[in-house]
């Protein structure tokens, strides 16, 4: 292409670089916002509604990347590692290899690639790519101007130079002409979001008056102002951030396995099909793999090469038709996951928590809860990768099967071997399906007394008898059995292994399922760090020492609305004018009612009410006047 991936690094990086030192020194003149500092990427992944636009997007890129990273044999694009040709030849030429725009290999660079190894390279790369993608992210968090505009540069630069890349040279050598272009459409995609979206919060910007810090250095001084109860309703509930970054990366790691597993099969399975000839025919022939009218005397093999095609042909459809199975079940069960994800975050929300766990759990944040958070989108990641490939083995391998021993036959009008099987052991089956049928006739009459309200055993001398002469039957029996349990319970454990809402373990041994267990500890700091009374809470103490925003302003710190009709999404202030004088006993039993509907539907705060029992004025009641 005209503008190579190493001239892109090099000239992107230092832009990157730039805007990121940009950003800090927006970030220390916006007092509005309290960005301190220091990183300015900040992935408040608590607040959904100020970050769910970008940070999705930024992951999908990132992750793009590392899939591409794996099969690319310049993995960090600053620093070469060509071949020892390439490097004699660029030596001999008096000039670094790898053109203007690359970094001159050091001594210990040299003896790397002279070993002829990139894992060292795909390491540094792994810490690469996040830093190089973290200002693209890091624009929104600050809440400037500023940094919106950075993140139109730098947006537009990457979706451009990416688009005119794949415009410039679609194809490439590498296990398919148009798997590079193809592998891209995720971080093009990505990027012209990003492009359209901080245009927009530009825009949307400028027609915002600066505001003056909302939030004094009295912030923590005593309360005032009048008792603001709440209501707690599910009817809002909006899902995790973290886990719609879990998601989006895994319908990208859907993507790039699908793809990387239909490039690397079906063109060469074309390729083979193209090229087969009759002296392979021949030999197939011999073997007994191709019917044949005259094996021991070969001839002209016209029809046995279309027959041989035609396999190939059946082959490759039973390969697509099992990948785009295994896609569809995969995206079916993390669309499950939302659904359950919700369950369990609306139940422990009320204080639920043996309807999610088996057991009683404090919900509280601790060393393996914050390490768990910490691993669970890219545990959601990888789990959906290695469930797809492992359906697609078992789908392809059964599909296979099932053309081969049961449709070909069945269309050519040949017998297999299974058929054979099946027609040779036809007593045996018929014995054993009789045997059962036997057995639950004569439970449903002879051993079973029915009466209208309950069901008694009878006949228990000719039960025992019966059970000991069908013993040897119902082994064989058994065997079947167990040889279909094995089989559902793979195909159970196959489609949903992308799952980590439920455990692939039973119960008691569950916590050595890694995904389980890391989901379990997800929930503990999710549920612990953003439950929505705790944010209204934070967000009406906020309200009560600082001046009144407008209504349709976002609120800095939790990217709220202005809290004057909705905290938070399923969070209503009720209390919205002042009552009038004189009604203390109406303002009492309204605050009783609103109390009592707040614990109904949140069972967990009954724990805390003894402390705030204590204070008389609680529940909105009034002190009395003292008697004279």
């Not at 991936?5 to 230092?14: S, T, V």
């Not at 919900?363 to 697609?392: D, E, H, K, N």
């Not at 071997?417 to 054993?432: A, D, E, G, K, S």
Request: hydrophobic content about 45%; overall charge positive; some cysteine.
């Amino acid at each position: 292409p005209t503008i190579s991936p190493r001239l892109y690094h090099a000239c992107m990086a230092p832009v990157s670089g730039g805007g990121d030192g940009v950003l800090q020194r927006a970030s220390r003149g916006c007092q509005a916002h309290f960005v301190p500092p220091g990183p300015t990427a900040r992935p408040t992944f608590w607040r959904r509604r100020a970050t769910a636009g970008w940070w999705p997007q930024v992951f999908g890129i990132l992750f793009s990347s590392l899939c591409i990273l794996v099969l690319d044999r310049d993995p960090l694009p600053l620093v070469p590692n060509s071949s020892q040709h390439s490097r004699g030849k660029a030596s001999a030429a008096g000039e670094p290899p790898g053109g203007l725009f690359t970094l001159v290999p050091t001594e210990s660079t040299r003896r790397l690639c002279s070993l002829g190894s990139t894992e060292y390279w795909k390491i540094l790369a792994l810490l690469y790519y996040p830093a190089f993608y973290c200002p693209l992210a890091a624009c929104a968090t600050v809440g400037h101007r500023a940094g919106y505009l950075v993140g139109c540069l730098l947006s537009w630069c990457h979706c451009v130079v990416h688009i005119w890349q794949k415009v410039d040279c679609p194809q490439s050598p590498k296990i398919y002409r148009y798997y590079s272009t193809l592998s891209y459409v995720p971080i093009i995609l990505c990027l012209v979001v990003l492009s359209l979206w901080y245009p927009a919060l530009l825009i949307r910007s400028t027609g915002e008056q600066p505001r003056g810090n909302p939030h004094p250095k009295g912030a923590q001084a005593g309360l005032g102002g009048p008792h603001l109860p709440l209501c707690f309703c599910l009817a809002g509930f909006q899902l995790p951030l973290k886990l719609i970054l879990s998601l989006t990366t895994s319908v990208v790691a859907v993507y790039q396995v699908a793809l990387l597993l239909l490039v690397a099969f079906v063109p060469t399975i074309q390729i083979v099909r193209a090229g087969m000839t009759k002296d392979v025919v021949v030999l197939l022939v011999q073997f007994g793999l191709v019917p044949s009218e005259n094996p021991g005397m070969p001839g002209d093999m016209e029809k046995e090469l279309s027959t041989v095609k035609h396999y190939l042909w059946s082959l490759e459809v039973c390969y697509v038709c099992s990948l785009v199975l295994c896609c569809l079940l995969t995206m079916a069960m993390l669309l499950r996951t939302l659904v359950m994800h919700r369950s369990n975050l609306k139940a422990l929300y009320q204080g639920a928590v043996l309807d999610v766990f088996y057991k009683a759990h404090i919900l509280r944040p601790s060393r393996q809860a914050i390490v768990c958070w910490m691993s669970f989108a890219s545990f959601q990641t990888a789990f959906a990768c290695l469930g797809l490939l492992i359906q697609q083995v078992i789908f392809f391998i059964c599909s296979a099967a099932f053309t081969f021993l049961v449709v070909i036959p069945l269309q050519s009008g040949t017998s297999t071997h299974l058929f054979r099987l099946v027609q040779n052991m036809w007593p045996f089956w018929l014995t054993l399906v009789g045997a059962v049928l036997a057995q639950n006739l004569a439970a449903h009459s002879q051993f079973l007394e029915h009466h209208p309200l309950r069901k008694e055993l009878t006949n228990r001398r000719a039960l025992y008898i019966v059970t000991f002469l069908l013993f040897p039957i119902n082994v064989l029996v058994g065997v079947l059995a167990g040889v279909w349990r094995m089989l559902i319970s793979a195909l159970y454990n196959a489609v949903h292994f992308c799952q980590l809402d439920i455990s692939l373990l039973n119960r008691g041994v569950e916590t050595f399922d890694p995904g389980y267990h890391a989901y379990c500890h997800y929930l503990k700091t999710e549920v612990s760090q953003s439950h929505p009374l705790m944010r209204a809470f934070c967000l009406l103490l906020l309200q009560k020492v600082g001046p009144p925003l407008p209504p349709n302003q976002p609120h800095p710190c939790l990217g709220a609305p202005s809290p004057t009709r909705c905290l938070l999404p399923g969070i209503q202030l009720m209390q919205s004018t002042k009552a009038p004088s004189g009604g203390g006993r109406l303002r009492q039993s309204r605050a009783r009612w609103w109390l009592a509907y707040t614990l109904l539907n949140n069972p967990s705060l009954l724990a805390c009410r003894k402390n705030a029992l204590c204070d008389p004025t609680a529940n909105g009641a009034q002190l009395s006047p003292p008697k004279p």
